[in-house]
């Protein structure tokens, strides 16, 4: 009992990491299912068949393509918005700041069902057809304010002695710039970046609002899969996801790692 | 005042912010965001204004008439599914901060190595489409699954039943498959500003605070919540406020009696096209959120998220 | 390495002034920082001395005044084209950059050919060479210390500015770098403007101190000077302890003493310590009640039966003694309320006691008059 209550806090931990991980598992395990019928419900048998055949699945490889290039314009303007607001707003003063940091909050704070029916409601009164720039611009629009605030945070941060030390060292302001506070500031951006391309990615409810009748993202394509029945490939690809974000994560941590270890080694020569 | 105060510690101390005066150079780099956001945001939502006071149909067009008659009609019509969005999302809300509370704190508390591996599995899961991982829900909720097997032999089924969280002796297609949805999503969102404040707590805190004959339980509710009180603050809100629009959690794992109010709009504005309805819902719905988390952090008395 | 050096050019502040809103960090100040020489800027916290260090590093506008440098009227210049440089308040090293590349940050800005040696050159004079290749976040606190001097030191400057270097260094590691800045100075020959609030260690490295109080110089000149003739109050209580009797009137028989009366006691001052100027008359002249005499707790002595006769005796009461070792310090009180500290050296002589009643001595010459309206 004293065991139990000493341990409770560890205990509810990892009862919660099995409930957040559990659904992955789920999905990992089902990628190699062979179902009968349509639904990928229940566990039938063993099988490599989705993870031989990907794209067998009609349109899952278009609708994929398609996420990831949305995705990848979506995070780039958005950064490069987004950092430029994010310097402006942390280092400057001017009339309207604390107005621009409420725009900012704003996008963050509403709903995606608001804001993909506000956005339509403007395409239809100024006539613009439903595809994939609409898409873009909703991308953009509620990956923004993520960048902003993520860069911000690291601008706020940063020691402004540090680029007055580099204006000492007889560095122009633009030197400054390029040399020391851009170098500090980019794991913020690179973060930043990171985050609008999942949000992008993984985006259903604005994108369903803005694609259109035959535009397809992939979260549209597993949400259309799911009405009419869910084919395995689906799983392959969540797995794929899933791992991938693992291994990326691991690889820069043991590379970091590995830099630690290196000059811990020659400290010690 | 605020400037004098900040003239004297400028005099002394290094300014611990640059706040300089740029000229046009913050106009210039805010351009394009700004831009973006007034024209994709702030017009829409106007437009999104406009569009619920007028009135007409999809075939002759809409015209704008003022039509504020709209806001009760839509009120009455779909009160009860507002009135449910708001219930889930603070059931969601509270069940994600019982539920994270103690995940962030064992993992702030783990050493160095074991903590990272720990954060990177409650983040990765979110690389996964959260529509693939909703999916699973269904399968781990099935009917003759191991779950469900498990709450009818331990009673806990019958007690869902008792407080009318399940109509049935199934778990999927009930309110409580929705609520666990709705957890599920935004637990994330919870756990990590948790972690980040938790992380940072002097642990000598917690040695001060036993010196001062506080046992564990005072201990936790005089200075360990006292403290936590923002990430708690930015972790309900980054739940509550996505939970309260969201309806995927109520599509696919719940029943029509539980449906939520962005399902509604969603319906309106793309398969029934009544546009004034659903502009009004949206909107509705926004101001309510605008409203509630305005009060909320007023009440808590933290106003640095922006 | 800067051995061969010409003595750099005086630098003069003239009417220098800042101000914040309408807080005035620096009320036109006037000073000439001798080329080649250590001179530290002194006062407490908000007095302005940083503000003054900045505009000089050139991080700072000033209101109006001028900044020259040898000949050249440096004030418009940008900070990036002076030929100054400062070791920051926390060090502000990149922390993105290994020391070698920091130490080498200005050369490179300068496109010097061989920037990598004469880094290389400046790490060895701080003795660091071995940790060239290592991140400053790898190094403890006194080392960043060390690379920021370097980094600094490196470019050669005609004015290196020191802004509270020491300051979150412990104690034994503060006194080992405040002898090691000497030395490099004196190697170097760079005129140092060291910013601090510590008197001991500015009297410690300085050549000469300038103490500023409020945005104004309150006093400047060389440690012993300030130490032993303070202009005024501010600077007699800030740079150690003083005793402060209030006097009622001065009496002049002629010659080399003059005669100050406090609390109805007459004490012997030496003409020579009397502020320039100061005019004393022959009578028992009633002064401002402004005009103090001041004794130094060290300079006390508490006078025994076989000691010669003392000029001036004070008789009071031990009401505290505190023993550290190096000296015993007392507070001894007197007749009319005041309580004196005297510092005792622990030199074998016999200590006093709470509760002993004591005579105090001072010599004529170990007195000062301070006479200011405060």
């Known amino acids: 009992m004293a065991w139990l209550r000493r341990n409770l806090v560890v205990i509810v931990g990892l009862l919660v990491m099995a409930y957040i991980l559990m659904p992955n598992l789920v999905v990992t395990m089902f990628s190699f299912n062979k179902p009968n019928g349509r639904y990928n419900y229940e566990w039938t ?64 704070a509403t709903p995606e069902v608001v804001m993909g029916s506000s956005l339509l409601t403007l395409f239809i009164a100024m006539g613009i057809p439903s595809g994939q720039v609409t898409i873009l611009i909703a991308h953009i629009l509620f990956t923004v304010s993520f960048v902003v605030t993520t860069v911000k945070a690291r601008v706020a941060s940063l020691d402004p002695a540090l680029e007055q030390a580099a204006a000492d060292l007889y560095a122009t302001p633009s030197q400054a710039f390029w040399k020391v506070t851009f170098p500090l500031v980019a794991p913020g951006i690179a973060a930043g970046a990171l985050l609008a391309f999942a949000l992008s990615f993984d985006d259903y409810i604005v994108t369903n609002f803005n694609a259109g009748a035959t535009t397809v993202t992939f979260p549209m394509f597993v949400w259309g899969a799911a009405q009419r029945g869910t084919p395995v490939q689906i799983n392959v690809v969540g797995t794929v996801m899933f791992f991938g974000a693992l291994a990326i994560v691991g690889f820069g941590q043991l590379i970091g790692a590995r830099l630690r270890i290196g000059s811990r080694r020659k400290e010690a020569l | 005042m605020a400037a004098l105060t900040q003239a004297a510690v400028g005099a002394e101390a290094p300014v611990s912010r640059p706040r300089r005066r740029g000229g046009l150079v913050p106009l210039v780099l805010l351009a394009p965001a700004l831009l973006w956001l007034v024209v994709f945001f702030v017009v829409p939502t106007i437009s999104l204004a406009s569009q619920s006071l007028q009135t007409g149909d999809i075939d002759n067009g809409f015209t704008l008439t003022w039509n504020f008659a709209v806001y009760a009609e839509a009120m009455a019509r779909y009160w009860p599914q507002f ?37 990177v599995l409650v983040v990765a899961p979110f690389f996964t489409n959260f529509l693939i991982r909703t999916l699973a829900w269904q399968i781990i909720l099935t009917d003759n699954g191991p779950v469900t097997g498990f709450f009818r032999a331990t009673g806990l089924t019958a007690v869902l039943q ?68 923002p990430g708690v603050v930015s972790g309900t809100l980054l739940t509550f406020i996505p939970a309260a629009g969201d309806y995927i959690n109520s599509r696919l794992l719940g029943n029509t009696q539980t449906v939520m109010i962005g399902q509604v709009i969603d319906a309106q504005f793309l398969r029934v096209l009544d546009y004034p309805i659903a502009a009004a819902l949206s909107f509705i719905l926004m101001a309510a959120i605008i409203v509630l988390v305005a009060g909320y952090v007023r009440a808590a008395g933290t106003e640095e998220l922006v | 390495m800067a051995t061969t050096r010409a003595t750099p050019g005086d630098l003069k502040l003239v009417q220098l002034t800042r101000n914040f ?18 001179f530290a800027l002194l006062g407490p916290s908000g007095c302005g001395k940083t503000t003054t260090l900045r505009m000089v590093a ?61 880094a290389m050159e400046a790490l060895e004079l701080v003795k660091l060479a071995d940790r060239a290749k290592q991140r400053p976040r790898q190094l403890s606190g006194g080392m960043q210390q060390r ?77 012993a000077d300030l130490y032993d003739h303070p202009a005024t109050t501010f600077v007699a209580n800030f740079l150690g302890q003083s005793n402060l009797l209030p006097l009622e009137g001065f009496s002049d028989p002629g010659g080399e003493f003059v005669t100050a009366h406090a609390h109805g006691i007459g004490l012997v001052v030496e003409r020579a310590q009397l502020p320039a100027g100061m005019v004393v008359t022959t009578q028992v002249a009633a002064v401002d009640s402004a005009v103090h005499l001041g004794i130094r707790p060290e300079k006390l002595r508490i006078l025994g039966p076989n000691d010669p006769p003392s000029a001036n005796r004070l008789g009071g009461l031990v009401t505290d003694a505190s023993f550290n070792g190096v000296a015993t310090t007392y507070l001894v009180s007197m007749p009319w309320g005041q309580e004196l500290t005297v510092t005792r050296p622990n030199d074998g002589s016999p200590r006093a006691h709470r509760g002993d009643e004591v005579t105090l001595g001072w010599d004529p010459n170990q007195a000062f008059v301070l006479a200011e309206a405060d």
Request: aromatic share 10%; hydrophobic share 50%.
């Open chain 1, 45 to 108: 048998q063993f099988s490599l068949d989705a993870w031989l055949n990907p794209c067998a699945s009609a349109g899952l490889c278009e609708s994929l393509g398609l996420s990831l290039w949305v995705a990848v314009v979506a995070a780039l303007v958005s950064t490069v918005m987004g950092t430029m607001a994010a310097f402006a707003l942390g280092r400057y003063r001017f009339r309207g700041r604390a107005a621009t940091n409420l725009l900012v909050f704003f996008p963050m």
């Open chain 3, 147 to 223: 690379v920021a001097l370097a980094r600094a030191i490196v470019n050669e400057p005609d004015v290196l500015l020191l802004d509270e270097p020491l300051g979150a260094l412990d104690l034994k590691l503060r006194r080992e770098m405040q002898i090691e800045l000497k030395r490099i100075q004196q190697e170097v020959g760079i005129t140092f403007i060291h910013v601090t609030h510590d008197q001991e260690e500015a009297m410690t490295m300085a050549d000469t101190v300038a103490v500023m109080r409020a945005g104004r110089l309150e006093q400047v000149g060389a440690p």
């Open chain 3, 58 to 118: 050139g991080l700072e506008e000033p209101t109006s005044g001028q900044i020259l440098l040898g000949a050249d009227d440096i004030t418009g210049t940008r900070a990036y084209q002076r030929k100054v440089n400062t070791v920051f308040q926390s060090y502000a090293l990149f922390p993105h950059l290994s020391v070698l590349d920091n130490v080498g940050f200005g050369l490179r800005q300068r496109k010097m050919g061989d920037w990598r040696r004469r």
């Open chain 2, 83 to 119: 009135l449910r969005s708001m219930v889930y999302a603070a059931s969601a809300t509270l069940g994600t901060l019982v539920l994270g509370y103690p995940l962030a704190w064992f993992i702030a508390h783990r050493s160095g190595r074991w903590k990272n591996v720990l954060l």
């Open chain 3, 21 to 38: 809103e309408d807080f005035v960090a620096v009320a036109g100040i006037d000073l000439v920082v001798p080329g080649g020489s250590f």
């Open chain 2, 162 to 229: 008792a407080m009318g969280l399940t109509d049935n002796d199934s778990l999927l297609g009930s309110q409580f498959a929705v609520i666990c949805g709705l957890v599920y999503n935004f637990l994330p969102f919870m756990v990590l500003p948790l972690y980040t404040i938790l992380e940072r707590l002097d642990v000598r805190l917690l040695d001060a605070a036993g010196d001062l004959y506080a046992n564990g339980w005072q201990t936790f509710w005089r200075v360990i919540w006292p403290l936590s009180l």
